[in-house]
């Protein structure tokens, strides 16, 4: 692979890179005007991965990368190869992997079209098409260009016009539509969310193309749209925002998981549309959703628009669920929104934190196990934020005088955050 740094980081960078196991060799860099290309080889087994690690790497130790690429992608195949390593034209049967490894490593125009042309061969095979639109995936992950995504989801909304027009009304797209549909998701997700945004750009898409998948009465479609809706960066249309409140409200209603994570993906897509009625009504709807992460993805969204005024009401309720989810969601409205008016709420909410037994989440990160602030820790700086206004002055005095008796984590971190809070002589 190709990765470019700042110049003034070349030396850094070089320092970096060999202490990265993963990074089996690398050049010296030469520097080209503002940028020090280096050229490397990489033990890594997922692609995308291998190509954005070392720029993630860097990053994490301070270094401007400018761009990475791989160089070992396969971009001129025959077409023979290419039968053989997605299981030839026939038998007509559905196979989904294990895939040859060696497809792993494909990519470019070239390759795309030579799939698509088997996808849109009506003569092949129902299974040799679907295994071609599988393919697509990996060309994708590789390249995962403006220009070739929209290549693959214009033959993915061709290839459904036939299908919706034979009766009856169809509910699951064909194999191969789906495929290409997720094989675009799969790349516009992977560029936003792994890192690759600045180092590669996010394909900008037709709206059209995915107002009309996400219209259709394939709801296996659906999911796969709304996730690509909740990166890409383009302005919604308000025709875009109805489709989107539609289908939001309609996977909401129905039972099971499936459509409890399409509904969760149509809370995140609409944050991203314009404040239509039809988006308001949407998010209303979806804020008393009966799942957790649909009916908090919606409030956020809803307070992101309506301010102060929407968070106080929502907290107001929140405060008194049984939930702990939700009682956790209040204390961080009230703390990111909160006025001095509010602490009153603060106060209630900080002590219902006081007296869970809530464990800090741990993650890990580029630096480790990370342990999430505790819950409360986000009121008590609130409150010491507001500590001139008396009823605040009075909750901190209260805490003082009870101090030995706060739940260790808080306490802990209130010591290294707040130093000037606890009682000066504990």
């Known amino acids: 692979m190709r990765i470019a740094v700042a110049a003034g980081d070349a030396a850094l960078a070089a320092s970096v890179l060999d202490a990265d196991e993963e990074v089996l060799r690398r050049t010296e860099p030469v520097v080209d005007g503002e940028v020090a290309p280096f050229q490397l080889e990489v033990d890594r087994n997922h692609r995308p991965i291998a190509v954005v690690r070392p720029a993630m790497g860097l990053s994490y130790a301070g270094v401007e990368v400018a761009f990475s690429r791989p160089l070992d992608i396969a971009e001129t195949v025959s077409d023979a190869w290419l039968q053989e390593r997605i299981g030839g034209p026939g038998p007509d049967r559905y196979v989904h992997g294990p895939f040859d490894p060696a497809l792993f490593a494909i990519g470019g125009a070239r390759f795309v079209q030579q799939l698509l042309d088997i996808v849109t061969d009506p003569s092949a095979s129902l299974g040799y098409r679907a295994r071609a639109a599988d393919a697509c995936l990996f060309a994708l992950r590789n390249t995962p260009d403006a220009p070739l995504c929209r290549q693959v989801l214009e033959v993915a909304v061709q290839e459904l016009h036939p299908a919706l027009q034979k009766p009856p009304t169809r509910t699951r797209a064909p194999w191969h539509v789906t495929s290409l549909v997720e094989a675009v998701e799969d790349a516009v997700t992977q560029v936003a969310h792994w890192g690759f945004g600045r180092l590669w750009p996010v394909p900008q898409l037709p709206e059209e193309l995915l107002t009309e998948l996400l219209a259709s009465s394939c709801r296996d479609l659906h999911w796969p749209v709304l996730k690509i809706l909740a990166v890409v960066p383009e302005t919604r249309s308000e025709h875009l925002a109805s489709v989107v409140a539609d289908v939001a409200v309609e996977?909401?209603?129905?039972?099971?998981?499936?459509?409890?994570?399409?509904?969760?993906?149509?809370?995140?897509?609409?944050?991203?549309c314009?404040?239509?009625?039809?988006?308001?009504?949407?998010?209303?709807?979806?804020s008393r959703s009966e799942r957790l992460e649909v009916r908090l993805g919606a409030m956020g969204h809803l307070v992101r628009r309506g301010g102060h005024l929407v968070a106080k009401g929502l907290w107001e309720q929140l405060l008194q669920d049984r939930s702990l989810a939700q009682r956790l969601y209040a204390s961080e409205l009230i703390a990111g929104h909160g006025r001095a008016e509010d602490l009153p709420a603060a106060i209630t909410a900080l002590r219902q934190a006081l007296k869970s037994k809530h464990t800090p989440r741990e993650t890990w990160s580029s630096a480790g196990l990370v342990t999430d602030p505790p819950w409360g820790s986000e009121l008590l700086t609130f409150l010491w934020r507001h500590r001139e206004q008396p009823p605040a002055a009075a909750e901190i005095q209260r805490l003082r005088q009870r101090w030995p008796a706060i739940r260790p984590d808080l306490a802990t971190w209130a010591v290294e955050h707040l130093p000037d809070l606890p009682l000066r002589t504990a």
């Open 274 to 286: 314009p404040d239509t009625p039809a988006v308001q009504q949407a998010l209303e709807v979806l």
């Open 251 to 272: 996977h909401d209603a129905k039972k099971g998981p499936d459509a409890a994570v399409v509904a969760a993906s149509a809370a995140d897509a609409l944050g991203g």
